[in-house]
């Protein structure tokens, strides 16, 4: 049974499309969102639209941001040649959440997945080359997610960029296979970086 | 650790504070809202603004409605002269979802509760007692939650009307004392409109 009032069952439907939440939360948030000051409302509106508008790809590594270089690839205190390979932004902040990898990233949005017609050409693959062509990379380590998907675009990414003599590393399996990589723990992302092995 | 990308940063903040989101998912919902095309996006903004702009109070049970009279007080077919008070919009939607319910409703928009200084005046009680008082109602049922609150504003109502010479019931205690109304399954409340005390 849908809400009979048009504007309210077109906000719970666009919460419904969320990931994790199911029709009742939904309904709850439309709620929740309804008993907000005008404000507050219009401010929830235009963090939206602003977020739309203002972030795009970094153009060295890929992770989102609003300005031309991502804050990691514009520090001076990072260490530009050892990248980090993962998947999506999202598991650049769970590595960010250690405070121990000094080191930058590379997101390529996706993994290599045949099956949902996503090969090395949708993913953000050539920047990635272009970089360890450029020379100043001594290590690249693979963190895409420890599925079959992820492990497939590790092996992939590895046969391509050995060949500039650069080390090629992958993470440790100190995080449980199968599992989502964003959701993994602090400690289990840090023992994974320390114990990565040399590919 | 928080987003260093501002414009994200302030997304992930709203959806933290929808009621049920916790941290990850709200940065999950985050990342699926960057996702969405950029017609998406501003659609979903867009929802939010009309529910806001379009939706108010009903101006005979106070539910919410995007016109004058909400569909169910404007149904030629629902009975105008049982009355079902509930605390919030969610348990109207609760209720319908029964399908057995053929009265009308009246949304108080809150429960009495001293201790959150609610009382009478800060719901929608004054058109209660106008409608219980223009004489056409036969029977108010009181379905506001099996809490202390709900209870005590079931008691204060029903004593305020009852001198009009009106039935006044409380739903049966079908519905698990303690929880919150608008989560109870169609069953549960049927049997609870069906099992209905004479107060």
């Known amino acids: 049974m849908g809400y009979k009032v048009a504007p309210l ?45 203002k972030i795009h790809r970094c153009s060295v590594c890929g992770d989102l941001t609003d300005s031309d270089l991502c804050p990691i690839c514009a520090s001076i205190t990072r260490d ?26 590379h997101v390529l949005h996706g993994a290599i997945s045949p099956i949902n017609g996503i090969g090395p050409d949708e993913l953000n693959v050539k920047s990635l080359i ?14 895409t997610d420890p599925t079959v998907e992820g492990e497939a675009t590790a092996m992939y990414l590895s046969k391509l960029i050995k060949p500039f003599g650069v080390t090629v590393s992958r993470l440790a399996y100190g995080v449980p296979v199968g599992g989502d990589l964003e959701y993994a723990d602090e400690i289990t992302l840090q023992r994974a970086i320390e114990g990565r092995q040399i590919l």
Chains 1, 2 share one sequence.
């Open 80 to 105: 530009k040649s050892l990248v980090c390979v993962v998947e999506n932004p999202a598991d650049v902040l769970a590595f960010e959440r250690t405070r121990e990898f000094k080191g930058t990233y």
């Open 9 to 53: 069952a077109r906000l719970i439907e666009q919460f419904e499309r969320m990931p994790g939440i199911g029709k009742k939360s939904a309904q709850r948030i439309a709620f929740h969102v309804l008993g907000m000051s005008e404000k507050d409302a219009k401010n929830f509106a235009q963090c939206i639209i602003d977020a739309h508008e």
């Open 130 to 143: 272009s970089r360890v062509a450029a020379g100043d990379i001594k290590e690249v380590i693979m963190a």
